[in-house]
């Protein structure tokens, strides 16, 4: 039998499956056991030396607590689990350590991950020991196993105003319906904007300073809608047991964001976004071109999944110019550029709102908020060019960073869209959260 058990983790699914099967063995042989996670290097995307130390302090932070919450788990489980951290090549670090500590059986999930990468054959490969591998694959992995547990519903006869105050105070994007404990309706950002007569996106509406949250929310109410009068029905649900690869499906074919998720009595259970699905599929995947182990194979760079119409302006663009070019496009932001397309920094409406909030006269905000709601019946006018108002940190990938690193930087930034340079910082496009969906569901369907 087993005396010394190494455990590959990376906090992945294919490694939590690995972390609960090395318990089992612990179990069965009263072997001791070790959690190795592996540190490899920090992403090759565009950043100043200040971002950089930001992302390793970020990727510290993860691991210190990856390795709590094994602690938490092994705890659980009923077994000691003694952890370490170390930084280098995944697949060899891991079979050097287990020689050198004498290890004997190293336990590996198939999947990437943060820091494991696509590692487990090369570490079975390269291993003086036995290696058992736990595989898993996005198309076996069901929705209640990546969906949010934790979700906020209200009744068909809820405030209009109520609603609305939910949504913003927790930071929500939509909420489901529901009567007599079952899922009947759904209230989005979308139906708000359509149906309520809300003239601003809920993620405006939370740069406002309260008063004026205020003032919006009472104009809701003296109109006496409720949520049975704006929300989305029959409303477009997955039951838990789904398989993730459906939830995909339906989001990409149905244009949706998210999936309210209902158990097999129709009650609501959860919800699963495209987050949740992303996050499930970078536990699953390497950084190798294709993707085995996530049992789906996609475009391996960010310049293949990426769009070239990106909206640009120059920084010594005036304001009002760069605000018509922002209401003028669904990415409600704007690329700085200098004559030779090398970024300088972005403009997004949000951002611009929260800083005129800080600095502009209230009369100003105002005025800007009116300009949002109705552009083509409000004019509005600021002083100042696109390099006053622009911010200077940009999220940004090389056009050849594998799909790995994009997926890490977009989910551990939570941002929606990327901006893709090239090795001299030149703009080429953006990458979104939509295109990588419609990525997977392609490579599911290729199957």
Do not use: W
Not at 44 to 52: F, L
Not at 63 to 81: I, Y
Not at 341 to 346: E, P, S, W
Not at 417 to 435: A, F, H, I, P, W
Request: proline share 4%.
């Amino acid at each position: 039998m087993f005396k010394r058990i190494l455990i590959a983790y990376s906090g992945s699914i294919a490694s939590e499956h690995a972390l609960k099967l090395a318990f089992e063995l612990a179990r069965l042989s009263g072997a001791s056991l070790t959690a190795l996670s592996v540190e490899e290097k920090l992403p090759a995307y565009a950043a100043s030396v200040g971002e950089v130390e930001e992302a390793k302090l970020q990727m510290d932070a993860y691991f210190s607590r990856l390795q709590e919450e094994a602690q938490v788990r092994a705890r659980s489980a009923g077994v000691t689990l003694d952890t370490i951290v170390l930084a280098g090549q995944a697949a060899q670090t891991i079979v050097r350590y287990a020689d050198e500590e004498g290890f004997d059986l190293i336990v590996v999930g198939a999947d990437g991950g943060r820091g494991l990468g696509g590692t487990a054959d090369r570490v079975a490969e390269l291993a003086h020991c036995p290696v058992l591998i736990a595989r898993s694959s996005l198309l076996a992995i069901q929705v209640r196993d990546v969906m949010s547990k934790d979700v906020a519903a209200v009744p068909p006869g809820a405030p209009l105003a109520e609603l609305v105050e939910l949504l913003v105070e927790r930071q929500l994007k939509a909420v489901p319906v529901v009567e007599a404990g079952k899922l009947v309706g759904i209230v989005t950002g979308g139906d708000l904007l359509q149906r309520a007569g809300m003239g601003l996106r809920l993620s405006l509406q939370r740069s406002l300073p309260p008063e004026m949250v205020a003032e919006l929310a009472q104009s809701l109410a003296s109109g006496g809608k409720t949520a049975a009068d704006v929300m989305s029905a029959p409303v477009v649900s997955i039951r838990e047991k789904a398989r993730v690869a459906e939830a995909v499906r339906l989001m990409t074919d149905k244009r949706l964001k998210r999936l309210p998720v209902v158990d097999e009595r129709g009650a609501l259970v959860g919800m699963v976004s495209r987050f949740d699905v992303l996050a499930a599929f970078a536990g699953l995947t390497g950084t190798e071109a294709t993707l085995p182990a996530a049992g789906v194979t996609l475009p391996s760079t960010a310049g293949d999944l990426m769009f070239r119409e990106v909206p640009t302006t120059t920084p010594d663009a005036s304001v009002s110019e760069v605000l018509r070019k922002l209401v003028s496009t669904p990415l409600r932001r704007v690329v700085v550029v200098d004559a030779s397309r090398h970024v300088l920094g972005i403009i997004i409406d949000s951002s611009l709102l929260a800083r005129l909030q800080h600095q502009a006269e209230p009369g100003t905000l105002r005025a800007f908020l009116s300009f949002l709601s109705r552009p083509s019946e409000v004019d509005f006018d600021i002083s100042g060019t696109a390099a006053d108002v622009m911010e200077r940190r940009v999220y940004m990938v090389r056009q050849d960073a594998p799909l790995s690193e994009v997926l890490q930087m977009m989910l551990a930034n939570r941002v929606k869209r990327l901006v893709v340079v090239d090795s001299e910082r030149r703009l080429v496009g953006m990458v979104d959260r939509d295109s990588l969906l419609r990525a997977i569901s392609r490579g599911i369907a290729s199957r």
